[in-house]
């Protein structure tokens, strides 16, 4: 009687629903304002198991009609277009994968006509657990079963189709479906409890991580070993200061970063690839007393010198073999009772991770992420991109570079995907022989590296490999066709920034663009300002949970700057089609304005990658009293004969303003530990020329 009374249904409802809530605890979110919605109405689930539908026949209105989308299309299709026309509900079983196959998208599609058609507003729901039940519909390999889970049924906000094309309606449902299951991840958990979470769901004895030197890892002997460096570190610091990581990918940068974030201390991590000056920077920027490091790692990537500069700069270095030889058998035992809780209690707010912002445009910036942005992204990438415990991740991109920290080392271990480290990604010869060895099935990376391995590569090299996602700078047609061709793995490209923690949008087999970067995740917004002298495009700023706390500058050292309001700058200039396909025309700071016209030198960089595939190139702009700005091409291609470039750009059909206007011979073009283009070294190597 008493559920009745809450939730306005039959007694035979009510009595299922006490049924689901006493043995599976099941809780519902954003279901307020579904109250209030009048027919016709779709409730659309992204089925996870046999559970669904009895849980959802106990709770949603009688009389809505159960379907599920594998029915007898032509059946079906006609029996809800009837139930809509007369303003009643349904609710449609789809797909579980988050990448369905082109039958079931054909098949989904289909009912959009309906639902446009009838007017029918789309209620997408996820019931968050019962993927791990015993009446899970995916194979025990992808989805460990557990005997009564912990139930969350989420609602996304209602919508109605848009006026799109009708091949494009399913894109509007797989996006309410991503939105459902977005809003039922847990943000107000810390990255350190969702790592102890994943560990109970996955299995503690679970192999999680791999090491170049052969070193393996349980999720059990990750907590411990993190809880063992989480006692060191919080008697050597304060609660909430950051301290600095200066490892190469391991098992023990790992270790480190999730026994810092059990100490409740930030990982700031450092990039050991910038230089003793760059690294000085970042450690005053983030007001860091100590650094962690590794005597052997030192010694090994000869970093002397690095070393001398921060304790010149009143830096403290403690070493992980110092602390390892000091723990006894009783600090053992207790690390093991107690692996699962933090030392220190954070909130999700609190900062977890500083990363610095590659300065390839000027000065680094501290960017501040905290748990609830790290675990928002690792969940918005899982609603796109198809991903399970079956997968093994190879990582070659160091955490301290945002696209590493989060795919090389959050995503896989929230996920149960298996994740092998690789020291560095600049070992081009060495790497393919490695994946063969650690046979991944994913992998990430940045397109100078992708195309180095793939040069490198033998036959076999990489056949184990099914999905590549790059990101941070465009991917090369010669980059995909390697790989697609030798390999038969596909390279899907993705978008990011530090400050997005980082991912903000990708490709998917589902949705995919060529020349484009996706499409935005779930739970962000996005929105364009006009850019003077640019049609057809504008300035990104973007939105999401996903986005950082803010920035510590060199003029506040330590001090967190909030962004201020909701929206971020990226200083991007982006379009967006009509179906949500972001494709990225430049940097702000990466247009020329020459006789008032805006150029991109970007595309001048595209355009002499196409002609030269061999070089490597960077095109700057420097001040020029004539026309206010030129345009210069430094690149590694000899020759490079500007009447070649002039005679290839006419076929190309690019404008007279978009030829460099001088061509720097050098060496090498100078780039920074992610890959990227290093442009503000490249600029200052040019202004040293006398001709500049």
């Known amino acids: 009687m008493r559920q009745k009374s809450v939730t306005g249904l039959t007694y035979t409802q009510a009595l299922g629903y006490t049924f689901f809530r006493f043995v599976y605890g099941v809780r519902y979110h954003g279901f307020e304002q579904a109250a209030d919605l009048k027919g016709p109405i779709v409730y659309l689930v992204s089925t996870q198991s046999r559970l669904d539908r009895r849980l959802l026949k106990t709770f949603l209105p009688l009389g809505t009609f159960h379907v599920r989308l594998d029915d007898n299309p032509a059946q079906y299709l006609t029996l809800i277009k009837s139930v809509l026309a007369g303003r009643g509900r349904v609710c449609l079983y789809g797909p579980k994968e988050v990448e369905p196959s082109a039958e079931v998208l054909e098949l989904l599609n289909r009912a959009g006509v309906v639902f446009r058609d009838t007017g029918a507003r789309i209620l997408p729901i996820f019931v968050r657990g019962t993927r791990t039940s015993l009446f899970s519909l995916w194979d025990r390999n992808r989805a460990p079963r557990s005997l009564l889970p912990q139930i969350l049924v989420t609602a996304a906000p209602a919508y109605v189709l848009g006026d799109s094309n009708d091949s494009h309606l399913v894109d509007q449902l797989l996006d309410g479906m991503a939105s459902a299951k977005f809003r039922s991840v847990n943000l107000s958990q810390t990255l350190f409890e969702a790592l102890s979470g994943a560990a109970r769901q996955f299995g503690a004895s679970r192999q999680m991580l791999e090491d170049a030197l052969g070193g393996k890892l349980s999720y059990s002997q990750l907590l411990v070993g993190a809880r063992l460096l989480a006692t060191r570190f919080a008697a050597l610091s304060r609660k909430g200061e950051a301290m600095g990581v200066l490892l190469p990918n391991s098992n023990g940068v790992v270790l480190t970063t999730v026994g810092l974030l059990s100490a409740g201390r930030p990982a700031a991590l450092l990039n050991y690839t910038a230089g003793p000056g760059a690294v000085v920077s970042a450690i005053n920027i983030a007001a860091i007393r100590i650094v962690i490091s590794s005597r052997a790692f030192v010694?090994?990537?000869?970093?002397?010198?690095?070393?001398?500069?921060?304790?010149?700069?009143?830096?403290?270095?403690?070493?992980?073999?110092?602390?390892?030889?000091?723990?006894?058998?009783?600090?053992?035992?207790?690390?093991?009772?107690?692996?699962?809780?933090?030392?220190?209690?954070?909130?999700?707010?609190?900062?977890?991770?500083?990363?610095?912002?590659?300065?390839?445009?000027?000065?680094?910036?501290?960017?501040?992420?905290?748990?609830?942005?790290?675990?928002?992204?690792?969940?918005?990438?899982?609603?796109?991109?198809?991903?399970?415990?079956?997968?093994?991740?190879?990582?070659?991109?160091?955490?301290?570079?945002?696209?590493?920290?989060?795919?090389?080392?959050?995503?896989?271990?929230?996920?149960?995907?298996?994740?092998?480290?690789?020291?560095?990604?600049?070992?081009?010869?060495?790497?393919?022989?490695?994946?063969?060895?650690?046979?991944?099935?994913?992998?990430?990376?940045?397109?100078?590296?992708?195309?180095?391995?793939?040069?490198?590569?033998?036959?076999?090299?990489?056949?184990?490999?099914?999905?590549?996602?790059?990101?941070?700078?465009?991917?090369?047609?010669?980059?995909?066709?390697?790989?697609?061709?030798?390999?038969?793995?596909?390279?899907?490209?993705?978008?990011?920034?530090?400050?997005?923690?980082?991912?903000?949008?990708?490709?998917?087999?589902?949705?995919?663009?060529?020349?484009?970067?996706?499409?935005?995740?779930?739970?962000?917004?996005?929105?364009?300002?006009?850019?003077?002298?640019?049609?057809?495009?504008?300035?990104?700023?973007?939105?999401?949970?996903?986005?950082?706390?803010?920035?510590?500058?060199?003029?506040?050292?330590?001090?967190?700057q909030p962004i201020g309001g909701k929206w971020h700058d990226t200083g991007d200039i982006v379009s967006v089609d009509e179906r949500g396909f972001i494709t990225i025309r430049g940097r702000v700071k990466r247009f020329a304005k020459i006789a008032g016209e805006m150029v991109s030198l970007g595309a001048v960089e595209i355009m002499v990658q196409k002609l030269w595939p061999e070089g490597r190139h960077a095109v700057i702009s420097?001040?020029?009293?004539?026309?206010?700005?030129?345009?210069?091409?430094?690149?590694?291609?000899?020759?490079a004969q500007r009447q070649e470039l002039i005679a290839y750009s006419k076929r190309y059909g690019a404008s007279e303003l978009m030829l460099p206007d001088d061509i720097v011979h050098v060496a090498e073009i100078p780039v920074l530990g992610s890959g990227k283009v290093n442009y503000a070294e490249t600029a200052r190597l040019v202004s040293a020329l006398p001709s500049m």
């Open 299 to 560: 010694e090994k990537a000869g970093l002397e010198e690095l070393v001398r500069s921060m304790t010149e700069n009143g830096t403290s270095l403690v070493y992980l073999e110092d602390i390892r030889k000091d723990i006894d058998f009783i600090e053992k035992v207790r690390a093991w009772l107690h692996r699962r809780k933090p030392v220190t209690p954070t909130q999700a707010e609190d900062a977890a991770v500083i990363l610095f912002t590659s300065g390839s445009e000027g000065m680094p910036k501290g960017v501040v992420l905290s748990s609830r942005n790290l675990i928002a992204n690792a969940a918005q990438a899982e609603c796109r991109v198809d991903i399970s415990p079956v997968d093994s991740l190879f990582n070659v991109l160091p955490l301290f570079h945002s696209f590493g920290i989060l795919g090389g080392m959050v995503l896989p271990l929230l996920y149960g995907i298996r994740l092998f480290l690789y020291p560095s990604p600049l070992h081009y010869k060495l790497v393919p022989s490695v994946a063969r060895k650690a046979k991944p099935t994913v992998m990430f990376g940045t397109d100078t590296f992708l195309m180095g391995y793939g040069r490198a590569a033998k036959d076999g090299d990489f056949d184990s490999v099914r999905l590549i996602v790059a990101g941070a700078e465009a991917v090369k047609p010669e980059t995909r066709k390697i790989f697609r061709e030798r390999f038969t793995a596909e390279i899907v490209e993705g978008y990011g920034m530090t400050e997005a923690s980082p991912v903000v949008a990708v490709n998917s087999s589902c949705f995919s663009k060529d020349g484009s970067v996706g499409r935005l995740l779930p739970g962000m917004e996005m929105r364009l300002e006009p850019v003077e002298g640019i049609e057809g495009a504008g300035r990104l700023f973007i939105a999401g949970p996903n986005v950082m706390q803010g920035y510590m500058l060199a003029d506040a050292p330590g001090a967190l």
């Open 622 to 639: 420097v001040p020029d009293t004539r026309r206010g700005e030129r345009i210069v091409l430094v690149t590694t291609q000899q020759p």
